[in-house]
């Protein structure tokens, strides 16, 4: 959150405070703003949170513990198929929505140690390629487990997915207040979503300020110094990437439960690039590059696709480049546009290791010493 | 004298070369202990082997009364084993405070559970970690640049950051691998004061070093290796007498005699 705070421009420098409240405001009224351009904006939004989940995961891999990790939506899919395995009529098994959110954890954290285990000592482009085949590996599973035992129902995917349901309380009924003001279930997903992110963005900062978060930070920037102060860099992969995959885990089941439905084309490796551009883009390694890169990254097509076709039919009277096209034709230029004017993505800023507070009270003490003398 | 280390028959090979053979060498408890050589004599490769970096080929390492387990670093630094490195490894991205910081890592427990629910023992361990950090930037002098990323630090001070850091790890032996290459005379006169300090403080120190007049003042007894083999161990004054040491230092090797 400080990271963030810090990242507002302008503000965040002078007056924390008001950023702070500034950002807060920003995330409530968020869907009111997107509702007047129509409710499928406000839909947009809730799968944006659900990117800036996935971001925040991956960045914690490949941010603060640097392992590259292109398979990162495996874990997404782990999550989401438990989730529709344990609350649909596909197996007829209904279970409750708090017990599967930690079991689609679960098993999306056991799935980052078993892809943990044989990369322990591969790093850069030969673990970017491994990874990348267990994503495949994963997504190919899914669309395959349909024979001889119907498992996952192949590429059809499953349907009918419970939606989320806290105590009784189901996120996918609109709330009816009065005759003409009803509360859309879309408002109530994104404010549980945004409760999850921000308990993302809590979990996470603890686990960055932390010997954990040091250690990582240390295998990354060497990780034979790391081992030489005791590190023991086994373990502390594992541990990124079952902490990391946990996080995919969560954003899968709230996908599944939210969509209603999941099946394996959700889950290609092109949706993995897309949450590694999103940590690229708004800066690797800290937390809000991941918030700020996977908002920007998340809307920015939709926006685009928007404005494309009714800009080309002024233009030149008739669509010529398919929006979906253009939107992966945007995204590259975005990208390439950011190596050139600001490489270390929106928001560079180094993340920090230590309390703030600590820090402060002994600079002082350090300080008034040497004044002393 | 209590011996601290000892090291038996130690080899250790590198496809046709032979990086150490038989190297035998033991050392004592609050002494500075030089090893020196000849370019390619086997000094690092010793350290490497030594602190779990390298697997030896034969030979066994008895640490404190007991055997140290080979090839795994994060138990020799546990078993009270700290290293720096010749080229100076750093945290890079990481501020000083932090590098020390995370030179703490093994003294402390924390777990993911403590971390996440931040309860009593992990917040106090937490203070105490930045705490003790910062008593240990103070020791080697640079507390100024506690918030300064390592990176951005002078050569010198890197230099002490990576001493700082390895005593993060609460060593009982400190193997320092020429700490004062690249360094000028007035650095390494703060640099022997450092050393001195710390053996003062209860540490051993091994020591590879080239600058002949510094091994000579600072150490009480040191090794010679050239080839893999050790060739003289004693205090300095006779070591720098001995004709194989200077043979070896010369060039004559064994023809010359």
């Known amino acids: 959150m400080n990271e963030l705070v810090a990242a507002v421009p302008w503000l965040g420098k002078r007056n924390p405070t008001a950023a702070r409240w500034l950002i807060i405001l920003i995330a409530i009224a968020a869907p009111f703003i997107a509702w007047q351009f129509g409710r499928s904006w406000v839909r947009i939004l809730d799968f944006a949170l659900l990117y800036m989940m996935l971001a925040l995961g991956l960045n914690l891999v490949v941010g603060f513990a640097g392992l590259l990790d292109l398979g990162y939506i495996a874990f997404y899919a782990v999550g989401a198929y438990t989730f529709a395995l344990l609350a649909s009529p596909h197996f007829g098994i209904h279970l409750p929505f708090w017990l599967i959110l930690p079991l689609g954890a679960a098993f999306a954290a056991l799935a980052g140690i078993m892809l943990g285990f044989p990369v322990l000592r591969l790093r850069g482009d030969y673990l970017a390629i491994v990874t990348l085949g267990f994503g495949e590996i994963v997504r190919i599973f899914m669309l395959n487990l349909n024979y001889p035992v119907n498992i996952t129902n192949g590429p059809q995917g499953i349907n009918m997915i419970d939606p989320i349901n806290l105590f009784g309380w189901d996120l996918s009924r609109n709330i009816r207040i009065s005759e003409d003001f009803t509360i859309n279930s879309l408002f109530l997903y994104y404010y549980f979503f945004l409760i999850a992110v921000a308990g993302s963005i809590l979990f996470i900062q603890r686990l960055q300020i932390s010997r954990i978060g040091r250690a990582w930070a240390a295998m990354r920037d060497d990780e034979l110094a790391a081992k030489a102060i005791g590190i023991n860099t086994r373990n502390m992969k594992l541990l990124a990437f079952a902490l990391g995959a946990t996080f995919g885990g969560v954003a899968g089941a709230l996908f599944g439960a939210f969509q209603g439905f999941v099946s394996p084309e959700s889950f290609s490796l092109m949706e993995s690039i897309a949450v590694l551009t999103m940590v690229v883009f708004g800066g690797m390694g800290n937390i809000a590059g991941a918030v700020v890169g996977a908002f920007v990254l998340a809307l920015l097509p939709e926006i685009l696709r928007d404005v494309a076709v009714p800009l080309q039919q002024t233009l030149f009277g008739h669509v010529l480049l398919d929006p979906e096209v253009l939107r992966m034709l945007l995204l590259s230029l975005a990208m390439i546009l950011m190596m050139l004017l600001r490489p270390s993505g929106m928001i560079p800023a180094r993340a920090r290791y230590c309390h703030d507070k600590h820090l402060s009270q002994h600079l002082n003490n350090t300080l008034k010493q040497e004044g002393a003398k | ?257």
């Open chain 2, 1 to 257: 004298m209590i011996t601290l280390l000892e090291a038996r028959n130690i080899g250790k090979r590198f496809g046709g070369l032979q990086a150490l053979s038989d190297v035998s060498l033991t050392i004592r408890k609050g002494e500075v202990y030089g090893l020196i050589g000849p370019n390619g004599a086997g000094k690092t490769t010793f350290f490497n082997v030594l602190t779990g970096a390298y697997t030896p080929d034969g030979g066994e390492f008895v640490f404190n009364g007991s055997l140290l387990p080979t090839g795994k670093p994060h138990k020799v630094v546990g078993r009270g084993i700290a290293r720096t490195f010749q080229n100076i490894r750093l945290f890079r991205d990481l501020t000083a405070l932090e590098n020390v910081m995370a030179g703490h890592h093994i003294r402390t427990k924390a777990g993911v559970w403590g971390v996440l629910t931040q309860n009593r023992f992990t917040r106090e361990e937490e203070r105490l970690t930045t705490e003790r950090a910062f008593e240990l930037l103070r020791y080697v002098g640079i507390q100024r640049f506690a918030d300064v990323v390592s990176k951005n630090l002078s050569y010198g001070d890197q230099r002490r950051l990576e001493i700082a850091r390895a005593l993060a790890t609460e060593p009982q032996l400190l193997a320092l691998d020429e700490p004062a290459a690249g360094m000028n005379a007035t650095e390494t006169g703060q640099l022997k004061q450092l050393i001195q300090q710390i053996r003062h403080d209860g540490i051993t120190v091994m020591l590879i070093e080239h600058d002949v007049k510094l091994v000579m003042g600072l150490c009480d007894r040191v090794a010679v290796l050239d080839f893999g083999k050790k060739i003289a161990e004693d205090v300095p004054a006779v070591v720098q007498k001995d004709d194989a040491v200077i043979a070896a230092y010369l060039g004559g090797g064994k023809h010359a005699h």
